[in-house]
């Protein structure tokens, strides 16, 4: 809100409305962006233990067959 003096000298408010309109939407888009952050951190942490099990499964089964490759050359080799 702001203070001017109006033609005839006397005080007027302006702004009251709109500036407390403005700062309840500031608010609401505050929180809507606060949702939308705690909705996305809540999905990564979600699919995180899935993505790690996969991770883990693959790396496992990798070294599972370059252990056999391994040893299959060591057993050609003799």
């Known amino acids: 809100m ?9 005080d007027l ?3 009251g409305e709109t500036g407390r309109k403005s700062k309840a939407k500031d608010e609401v888009d ?3 962006q606060a ?6 951190l809540e999905e990564a942490l979600a699919t995180s233990p899935l993505f790690d099990r996969s991770w883990k499964r693959k790396k496992k089964k ?3 067959q370059h252990r056999l490759d391994e040893e299959g050359a060591h057993n050609s080799g003799r």
């Not at 702001?2 to 006397?10: M, N």
């Not at 949702?35 to 996305?40: I, P, V």
């Open 2 to 10: 702001a203070r001017v003096l109006s033609s005839d000298g006397q």
């Open 13 to 15: 408010w302006t702004g």
């Open 30 to 32: 505050h929180l809507k």
């Open 35 to 40: 949702e939308k952050k705690k909705r996305r």
């Open 62 to 64: 990798k070294e599972e």
